[in-house]
Structures are given as structure tokens and as C-alpha cells.
């Protein structure tokens, strides 16, 4: 197989794992990376010092291209977003909005620029804002979450913008990758599968949930305020946050607070009571902890299985 993303990236396989925020540290992102794929580090909320740390941590690891997600509602993305620019990251992604404020800064520092968008309106506004490719990422996928499937998406967008399509959501093994690919991706990436690789620093009572839960074990919540919808494993605070939601009296300020630090409960302390456990809908297809690189070997040996001879066509 032959895709694009990999001659303009410098990796050997079209494989990127998640920015899950509290999870994709630097040393997920270099066993990622070494295994052949594009690790990410996660920017999340936190500050400069923090994305620095672990920024070179994963440079202690591997000497493979890795990148870094940057949330562009983050209180600290300008002090970030200037990080990633001095440390020359070869790619950023990014979410929650576009980056057109700073893909002039990137693009000087030599960073290919690729943003996470859930629509042909957001790709289109992406690539007119100078994104180097975009990841489409349907409804199926953990954490925010647009409207869409990944199987009526990602064509969608592949018909309506002249840049690489990376797909994403609701993708787990080398069916999914080759499904990517006849739909005009020229690479994946994976969150969910991710969550169980031996070098994923989430808490053991996150994996034990993740290798337990089925094909209706998620839900999304966020949906009644026009929030930032998200998909999260059931669980007891998944319950109480509906039955909030849509209670008469809530109002989104109510939600808001109900959900600060959450998500940090679940991936750091494995609260199962009061944690949000962000997971895709493909969980169901997550069945052991191995390796890194053992899940990428894997997956590129299943797709290569189904589309023996066939060619990812470059743009």
C-alpha cells in the first residue's frame, strides 16, 4: 500500500493516535511513533511547562516524527501554540475550532498543520485557513463529537477539499483502515483502540472498562444546551448527568460546573462513581492490552490482507 501521508509526515504507516486529553502523554506518543505511526501528545487544558515535560520526554524515547494536539478553547493556547512553534513539532492537530490565528507561526516553524473537523462546512473553512490536511471524525468517536457518521462523512469531505483526508471514529482494525481507504482517506486514526496499549498511562479501571463494554455500552451527553456533545462509556456519572440535563430546572451553567474535572477522575484516578470515561463506540472490538506496536502491526496487517494490490490514490 502506498499513502501520501506517510511520504509528507516521514512515518511508515498512515496510522495516528488520538490527542485524548489526560491520556496521550509523551510516552504513549514515542511507542506510537516507534512502532511506525504518528503519537500525539495531548495539550489539553494544561500550561506551556506541562506540554515542554512531556514534549521531551517522548524525544527521550523515540527519534520518529510525532505531534501534538492543541484544544483551541484551551485558557493557555497562545502560550502553547507558541511552545509547539519552538520546538519545531513536525505536526500539530487541533480541535474545538480552527487555527487560523496561528497557522502563519506553525508553518514558518516547518509544522504541517491538520485540524479535527466533524463537517464539510468546518473542512472546507480548514483548508481556506491554510490546513495541510484534515482528520474527519464521525459521531462514533470518544470524547466531542459532532452529527455525523464516519461512513457518510469522510467521502463527503474527501469530494469537497483538494487536501490529504485522515478518517476517524468508529475505526479499530484493518476492516476499518480499508473501509478508510475505498471511502478516500489516505490514513486513519484511532483513539478508543489506543486506550488498552500497554504504554497508555489511563488508570487499570479505565482498561477494565474499555475490555468489558460492548456495542450499546457508550452514550453521548451534552446534547440539550448545544454544548460540546460528548461520547462517554455508560457509568454511574454518565446516568446522573442525563437525568440532570434534561431535568425542567438545569441550566447550561449548571452542567458546565457538574462536569468540571471529570474526565481527569476517570483517566487518572479511575473513579469509577464520578469519572467520565470518554470511549468510541468500537470498544466492543478492544480485547487486550498489548503493545503499541503489537495493535499497529496488526491493524496494517489485516488491511494490507483486504486491499493486497490496491493503491491509496495521492491528490
Same mark, same amino acid.
Given at each position: &500500500?502506498?499513502?501520501?501521508?506517510? !511520504?509528507?509526515? @516521514? ?35 494544561? @500550561? ?9 520526554? %517522548? ?11 492543541? &484544544?483551541?478553547? #484551551? ?9 509547539? %512553534? !519552538?520546538? *519545531? ?35 472546507? &473553512? ?6 495541510? %490536511? ?14 455525523? #457518521? ?29 473501509? #478508510? ?47 460540546? %456533545?460528548?461520547?462517554?462509556? *455508560? ?7 442525563? *437525568? ?9 451553567? &449548571? ?48 488491511? !494490507?490482507?483486504?486491499? *493486497? ?7
Amino acid at each position: &500500500m502506498k499513502s501520501i501521508l506517510c !511520504e509528507r509526515l @516521514g512515518i511508515k504507516y498512515p496510522i495516528f493516535q488520538g490527542g485524548m486529553a489526560w491520556i496521550a502523554d509523551g510516552k504513549l506518543a514515542a511507542a506510537v511513533s516507534n512502532a511506525g505511526g504518528l503519537g500525539i501528545i495531548s495539550a489539553m487544558n494544561a @500550561g506551556p511547562d506541562y506540554l515542554r515535560r512531556e514534549i521531551a520526554a %517522548a524525544r527521550s524515547l523515540t527519534d520518529k516524527p510525532f505531534g501534538v494536539n492543541i &484544544m483551541l478553547m #484551551s485558557p493557555h493556547v497562545d502560550e502553547v501554540a507558541e511552545v509547539v %512553534a !519552538e520546538e *519545531k513539532i513536525p505536526v500539530v492537530t487541533t480541535g474545538a475550532g480552527l487555527p487560523g490565528k496561528y497557522t502563519a507561526r506553525w508553518k514558518d516553524a516547518g509544522i504541517t498543520v491538520i485540524p479535527v473537523v466533524a463537517s464539510v462546512a468546518y473542512a472546507k &473553512m480548514a483548508v481556506r485557513a491554510g490546513a495541510d %490536511a484534515v482528520i474527519a471524525e464521525g459521531v462514533e468517536s470518544g470524547g466531542h463529537v459532532g452529527e455525523t #457518521s464516519t461512513l457518510a462523512l469522510v467521502p463527503q469531505i474527501c469530494d469537497r477539499v483538494d487536501v490529504p483526508v485522515i478518517a476517524a471514529g468508529g475505526i479499530a482494525d484493518g476492516r476499518g483502515m480499508a473501509a #478508510s481507504f475505498m471511502l478516500g482517506a489516505v490514513g486513519i486514526q484511532m483513539g478508543t483502540r489506543f486506550l488498552c496499549a500497554e504504554e497508555c498511562p489511563v488508570h487499570s479501571n479505565y482498561k477494565d472498562m474499555v475490555l468489558k463494554a460492548t456495542d450499546v455500552s457508550t452514550v453521548v451527553t451534552g446534547r440539550r444546551f448545544n454544548a460540546s %456533545a460528548c461520547r462517554c462509556l *455508560k457509568s454511574s456519572f454518565s446516568r446522573e448527568y442525563l *437525568k440532570l440535563e434534561y431535568a425542567a430546572d438545569t441550566t447550561a451553567e &449548571m452542567m458546565e460546573q457538574y462536569g468540571v474535572g471529570a474526565f481527569r477522575k476517570a483517566a487518572e484516578e479511575g473513579n469509577v462513581a464520578e469519572g467520565c470515561f470518554f470511549c468510541g463506540q468500537i470498544a466492543g472490538m478492544v480485547s487486550k492490552i498489548q503493545p503499541a506496536a503489537e495493535i499497529i502491526a496488526e491493524v496494517m496487517a489485516d488491511a !494490507e490482507k483486504l486491499m *493486497k494490490g490496491s493503491v491509496i490514490w495521492e491528490k
